[in-house]
């Protein structure tokens, strides 16, 4: 007899997403959608925590009803209520807690929490169904950049983290420094094709431990390097500096020198990603590897990481675009094998703003 579909609805808050999924038996997704506040927190060149809760607020019914007719299917029809528990937004977390256990509640549906670090390496083995652990997770986002061991059972092993920036925050970090906007991650993605990394000599700081990360000493060296053409540029044409802050005067830097510092940059966090990776991948003889979080979107980090999969005959999965970035589908998903796991929650349950692959 073919099993019964489990259909999961996965609600993800964390930070400035609305986002639902709803995903059959852990795999197949139905819907994936998704309203970001990301217009709102533009003109503060960040995410605010303040608006990013109210937007969840106004706009969680609208993305579930979107979900619901892009998987069309009843709301009776859900299975059971995965939900981000943490890392994330303290407000912003509280938002789809409540909202999760208002539906968990009203369906009489098992609530299962889940943790959004974990939910970013499971949209690699939804991507990749053959993919069993034990694999090295990369999980690069706004707020994390770590290694880790993915074991069966959803245990995980943490190989190594940042100590000081995340690298979506680098790069969004850069990109405003260049006036590129927010968020920076696909403006520097998008300009680096124009740009020579070559030109602009960055150095790759690695953290302390051989599987840390550091990138607070790579955007100083961007700033450097930011100053010092800007200080060519002045001399050159007689002008005055003009105080000491560099990012109204970065305004000025040449298209094209703009676009050489981003590929640059970028071409520098990739190889530092890239290389402790692989080293990861020496120390813990694990040959496959999954990409996880925003900055997996990346086209050169998924270009360079395929080229080393290939030449160091590594088995790398990078979820498309979608999964990557936060997403319901990818909390609905992980929701399937905890569910089978009897990783349910009672309606008692706070959220975790803290929590790291726990
Ligand atoms: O996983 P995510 O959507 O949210 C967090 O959990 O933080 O990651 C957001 C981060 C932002 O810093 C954004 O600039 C970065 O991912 N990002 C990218 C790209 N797309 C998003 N960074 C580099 N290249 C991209 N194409
Ligand atoms: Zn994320």
């Known amino acids: 007899m073919i099993p019964p579909a489990v259909r999961i609805v996965g609600i993800e808050t964390s930070c400035d997403e609305t986002a639902i999924g709803i995903v059959e038996n852990g795999r197949q997704v139905l819907?994936?959608?998704?309203?970001?506040?990301?217009?709102?927190?533009?003109?503060?060149?960040?995410?605010?925590?303040?608006?990013?809760?109210?937007?969840?607020?106004e706009t969680i019914w609208q993305v579930l009803e979107q979900a619901l007719q892009e998987a069309q299917l009843p709301l009776q029809a859900l299975d059971a209520v995965a939900v981000t528990q943490g890392p994330g937004l303290p407000g912003a977390l509280v938002i789809g807690l409540a909202f999760a256990k208002g539906l968990a509640l009203s369906l009489d549906r098992p609530l299962i929490p889940?943790?959004?670090?974990?939910?970013?390496?499971?949209?690699?083995?939804?991507?990749?169904?053959?993919?069993?652990?034990?694999y090295i997770g990369l999980v690069v986002s706004g707020g994390h950049t770590l290694l880790c061991v993915a074991h069966d059972e959803g245990r995980f092993e943490l190989l190594g983290e940042t100590k000081d920036d995340a690298v979506g925050e680098a790069f969004d970090k850069v990109a405003k420094l260049l006036?590129?906007?927010?968020?920076?991650?696909?403006?520097?993605?998008?300009?680096?094709?124009?740009?020579?990394?070559?030109?602009?000599?960055?150095?790759?700081?690695?953290?302390?431990?051989?599987?840390?990360?550091?990138?607070?000493?790579?955007?100083?060296?961007?700033?450097?390097?930011?100053?010092?053409?800007l200080s060519a540029a002045a001399e050159g044409s007689r002008l005055k500096a003009?105080?000491?802050?560099?990012?109204?005067r970065a305004l000025s830097l040449e298209p094209q020198?703009?676009?050489?510092?981003?590929?640059?940059?970028?071409?520098?966090?990739?190889?530092?990603l890239v290389s402790k990776t692989l080293k990861a991948c020496q120390r813990t003889g694990v040959s496959q590897v999954v990409l996880g979080g925003?900055?997996?979107?990346?086209?050169?980090?998924?270009?360079?990481?395929?080229?080393v999969g290939a030449q160091k005959k590594l088995q790398v999965t990078v979820p498309p675009p979608p999964l990557c970035v936060d997403n319901g589908a990818m909390v609905a998903g992980l929701g399937f094998p905890l569910l089978q796991r009897g990783r349910t929650a009672p309606l008692s349950i706070g959220s975790e703003p803290n929590r790291c692959l726990a």
Do not use: C, W
């Not at 819907?31 to 607020?57: C, D, K, M, Q, T």
């Not at 939910?119 to 690699?124: I, K, S």
């Not at 020198?257 to 530092?272: G, K, N, P, R, Y």
């Not at 925003?294 to 270009?303: D, S, T």
């Open 294 to 307: 925003g900055v997996a979107a990346n086209r050169r980090l998924r270009e360079r990481m395929a080229e």
């Open 31 to 57: 819907a994936n959608a998704v309203a970001s506040s990301l217009p709102r927190h533009a003109p503060y060149g960040g995410v605010i925590p303040e608006i990013a809760a109210r937007a969840h607020v």
């Open 114 to 134: 889940v943790d959004h670090l974990a939910a970013h390496l499971y949209a690699g083995e939804m991507t990749a169904p053959q993919l069993q652990p034990p």
């Open 257 to 272: 020198v703009t676009a050489d510092v981003a590929a640059s940059f970028q071409e520098a966090a990739v190889e530092i």
């Open 179 to 229: 006036g590129l906007g927010y968020p920076g991650g696909p403006a520097i993605d998008r300009l680096s094709e124009q740009g020579q990394a070559a030109r602009v000599p960055l150095p790759r700081p690695g953290g302390r431990a051989p599987l840390d990360f550091s990138f607070s000493g790579l955007k100083t060296a961007v700033y450097r390097e930011v100053q010092k053409r």
């Open 242 to 248: 003009q105080g000491d802050s560099l990012e109204p």
